[in-house]
């Protein structure tokens, strides 16, 4: 089954840069998304499209794809942005959606 | 304002047959698919499957495909997801999200998921 790869979690310190990535052969080929969910809410867009940030989404959340592995990386990461990311993408028929295992983001 | 709207709360015991629905207002319903997703307690997100509302196409992941249907009331621009034969992990947060027809699968709009348990 086609899955997406994501560490379990991650830690920084606050004003440090958070690094999370997103695996799978299929990437190249496909659009990454990547989501932030804070405790007991609804997912949030941060990215689209690979590397675009929707309106009202922070300067310091970007993010970038290259060969099999999709980045979202937190530059100066802010105690406000400890939640779960998800990257999101489409299997190889580009028919079905798959979510990655989810990141753990701790900012302490 | 743009919203989707779903109940808070379902109970259900084993066996018994679920009907999720998703409210749209504030924007064209017919203009979105609408995808459901689901969140186990304490675990990732997982996609369910997606409907196109007036044509009621649907697209299901393998792993529900035979317990799943999807259908859409264009009339009251509602989503509905029907899940038979439920189980204790069923058990989860099920929410409805968007994307527009003819784009990207960017869900830029998301109910605040009901809340499921299955339970004797």
């Known amino acids: 089954s086609y899955e997406l790869t994501q560490p379990p979690s991650v830690s920084v310190s606050p004003g440090q840069t958070a690094t999370i990535t997103c695996s799978n052969d299929a990437l190249p080929r496909r659009y990454a998304y990547w989501y932030q969910q804070k405790s007991d809410q609804a997912p949030v867009l941060v990215i689209y499209?690979?590397?675009k940030r929707p309106s009202g989404i922070p300067t310091r959340f970007s993010a970038s794809s290259s060969g099999a592995v999709a980045t979202l990386t937190i530059t100066g990461a802010q105690v406000e942005d400890e939640a779960d990311y998800y990257c999101?993408?489409?299997?190889?028929?580009?028919?079905?959606?798959?979510f990655g295992g989810g990141t753990q983001l701790i900012v302490l | 304002q743009e919203r989707l709207v779903q109940s808070e709360t379902e109970v259900k015991g084993p066996g018994a047959s679920l009907d999720l629905s998703c409210k749209a207002s504030?924007?064209?319903?017919?203009?979105?698919?609408i995808h459901w997703v689901r969140q186990a307690p304490g675990h990732g997100l997982e996609w369910i499957g997606i409907s196109q509302p007036g044509v009621d196409k649907t697209i299901i992941a393998e792993k529900f495909q035979a317990r799943v249907s999807m259908t859409t009331d264009t009339s009251t621009a509602t989503a509905h997801m029907q899940l038979r034969n439920l189980r204790p992990d069923d058990t989860a947060t099920y929410f409805c999200?968007?994307?527009?027809?003819?784009?990207?699968?960017?869900?830029?709009?998301w109910g605040r998921g009901t809340l499921v348990t299955v339970s004797s």
């Open positions: 504030g924007y064209t319903f017919l203009d979105y698919w």
């Open positions: 999101f993408s489409t299997d190889g028929s580009g028919l079905r959606g798959v």
């Open positions: 499209e690979d590397y």
């Open positions: 999200t968007r994307h527009a027809i003819g784009g990207n699968w960017l869900f830029d709009l």
